[in-house]
Structures are given as C-alpha cells and as structure tokens.
C-alpha cells in the first residue's frame, strides 16, 4: 500500500472495512451518516499514512485511533458550522429587526435630543465635544486645562445621568 499497490489497497480493504465500519457504528451509537463519513475519512488517512507495523493487534489500534480522530474532527467541523449558523441566523434577526423600527429609532434620537437640550450647558458641551465632535478626552482636557482622568470621570457621570434620564422617560412609554 506504501509504494501505491492497488492490489494490496483491495487486500487491506476486504479485510478491515468491514470490521472498521463495526466499529464506528458502535463509537457513534449507531449514527449511520456519521460512521459513513468518518469511515471514509479515516480511509483516506490510512492511504495517506500507512506504515509498516509489526502485528495485527498494532496495526488495528492504529486504525482506531485513526477512525475515532476522523470523527472527532467531523464533529467539531459539525459544531463548528452550527455555531456560525446560530450566529448568522442571529445576525440576520438583528438587522431585520433594526430595519423594522426605523420609527423607535427615530423616537429615541429626539428623546435624546430632549435630554440633552435640558442638560446643563457645561455638560451638553462636553458629551457634544466627545461623541458628535469625535474629540479625544486628551483634546478636550488640554482645551479645559484639566486632566484626561477628570474629564473621563465627568463623562461617566454625564452618561449616567443620562442614562437615568431616558429609562425614566421611557418607563412611562
């Protein structure tokens, strides 16, 4: 089989598929689709890999081990599509249902403008200068004369106030 006799290839074949085939109906509980793929998986491997053993027992464990990691790849390249699948699907869900509302979004936007038009000018100033201006805190905090760490922690209670604010707003939708 090593040097590409396909005679030996048919030897070997006759006399460990069946077996084989046993063997991972039994690893996979019975599974036929799954055994089937892994059989022929761990075929190729065989083909690929052979080597010269010094008995049948060996020779069979090298099998096993072959057959069982060509399921075990099958089932994480199984997990693995499902998992991008749940993904998509949720990805998909989002965007639809962002499309859906272009109304709620448009009631949030002018929530928030109300909000903001009602914040005291110092702190509308700064939220205006962070996120619609896209300054950075080190631009802002040379432009005040103070320090990143004070403008940050002024930031995170200006969004906490905020944040307060429009759940309020919102409780009584």
Same mark, same amino acid.
Do not use: C, H, P, W
């Given at each position: 089989m090593k040097e590409g006799d396909e005679m030996?290839?048919?030897t070997f074949y006759d006399a460990y598929y069946p077996r084989l085939r046993r063997y991972l109906l039994v690893v996979t509980s019975?599974?036929?689709?799954? =055994?089937?793929?892994? $059989?022929?998986s761990a075929l190729v491997r065989v083909v690929r890999y052979i080597k010269v053993f010094p008995d049948d027992t060996a020779f069979w464990g090298w099998l096993t081990v072959l057959a069982r990691s060509a *399921? !075990? @790849?099958? !089932? +994480?390249? &199984? +997990?693995?599509? *499902?998992?991008? $699948?749940? &993904?998509f699907t949720k990805h998909a869900q989002v965007e639809q249902s962002l499309a859906d509302e272009p109304a709620t979004d448009a009631k949030l936007l002018a929530l928030l403008d109300t909000k903001l038009a009602a914040m005291p000018p110092e702190e509308r100033?700064? %939220?205006? =200068?962070?996120? $619609? @201006? &896209?300054? =950075? %805190?080190?631009?802002?905090?040379?432009? $005040?004369?103070? !320090?990143?760490?004070?403008?940050?922690s002024r930031l995170v209670r200006i969004r906490r106030k905020l944040k307060s604010a429009l759940l309020e707003s919102l409780k009584h939708e």
């Open positions: 030996a290839y048919r019975g599974n036929e689709e799954a =055994s089937k793929e892994a $059989l022929q *399921l !075990s @790849d099958q !089932s +994480r390249g &199984r +997990r693995r599509y *499902l998992a991008f $699948l749940d &993904r100033e700064l %939220v205006e =200068s962070k996120y $619609l @201006d &896209r300054r =950075s %805190v080190r631009e802002i905090a040379e432009e $005040l004369g103070t !320090s990143e760490k004070a403008i940050e």
